[in-house]
């Protein structure tokens, strides 16, 4: 190796960051092809409505949010390699079994409901702790002024990926005119299962830990990251008393359980929605776009955020007043988008200003995982698992209660019309079930505005322990 190179740094820190990026699309694949899949499993089941579905959508979102610290502090003991290769071989697992449910085997069904809301809770629970050590795996990798960037390209990746779901579905499942579909929902999720096996081999295979216990990288690049020593930490050493008492921290967590109740719309409800008012098929691939829409558009708010947040700190000379700047303005935008969506005529009205609320959300991703970085420093897969764990309540929230809004719209106007509900024209059960979305839809602007003035509690630079000053906004 010539003097030049060995004083370039390596790149081996990109290809780190491209593991994270295809991790962070096979999660939101895994994820969004559920919800796709969603009326042709209810009808496979027996079900009359997708909104009788809800439990296998919260169960997952409460599996996840249980597990999600327990696998945080787990990441931080043994390290994101060992516990990242245990958590996707289990959930790409459940996705492989998620396609067994209900097929018959001569006159036996292997499983009905029941089955399913249990294998979504293992799915769930398997699943907890990526984004965490994730997380663990950037912070080790990356110099600080970074973070925000590596953070809001993982979440692009995924986002990307759950808005191609529905294209890629479509493709897979739904067929067309001319040509039959190419597998059925059970083998789609049998495919997207493999596709993780395939990425848990190869990334145990090639990844370590630490940038000093990997070959490939030289001493130009481990100066380039220069992170202070990150010990490893243990369950015995965690700072329990300082996250829960942290007032940054807690705001943090319940500004995204609020964007995360919001948001989990587009990844539960939003193709069953469209496909009610609107018409859409599942073998419309245009009508996969709208599907995809809020993802596709938030990716750009995943990538974005970071540059926002380096330029305002820039201009402002303050990180901190940066990220809250950009938190409590994108946030009460995203308010005003949902107030214009429930007033939307028609499916292009409705999917922009969705996916308008959607970019908000994700401009203040990056900021938000990275200030768990600022906080936690050692901790920072457990800090981050606090907050996920709190955001997915969020997600199961919204998961039970949009099924639970429909449910009782339909009861509400079975009960005015003075008949049962099994004996419900199809026009009765359509205007009942678009009432129960808009009751759900009104709950998604309050969670917006409460997201936004979390931001105002919230000091990143911070860390765990530390007296924090009042708050302020740029």
Known sequence: MSLEAAARPSRVRYRVLGFACSLSMITYLDRACFSTAAPSIAAELGLTDVSQLKWTMTSFAIAYAAFEIPAGAMGDRIGPRAMLMRIVLWWSACTALTGVVGLRVGATALGGLGTLVALRFLFGAGEAGAYPNITRALHNWFPSRSWETAQGLVFMSGRLMGGVTPLIWAILVGGTAASAPLMGWRGAFLLFGLVGVVWAVAFSLW???????????????????????????????VPWKAILTSRSLCALCIMYCAINYAWAFNMTYLPSYLEERFGVTQGDRVGAIYKGAPLWVGAAGCFLGGVFVNGLARFLGDRRRARQALGVSALSLGAVCWWGAVRAENIHQFSILISLAAFTVDLTLGAAWATCQDLGRAHAAVTAACMNTIGTLGNALAGWLIGALVEQSIVARAKSLDVAVAQFSSADKHFAVLDGYQSAFGTFMFAFILAAACWILIHPKAPLGYDEPSPTVA
Request: charged fraction near 30%; charge should be negative; glycine fraction near 4%.
């Open 207 to 237: 990844f370590r830990d630490r940038p000093d216990d990997h070959p490939d990288v030289n001493a130009a690049e481990r100066a380039l990251i220069g992170s202070e020593p990150i010990p490893t930490a243990s369950h015995a050493n």
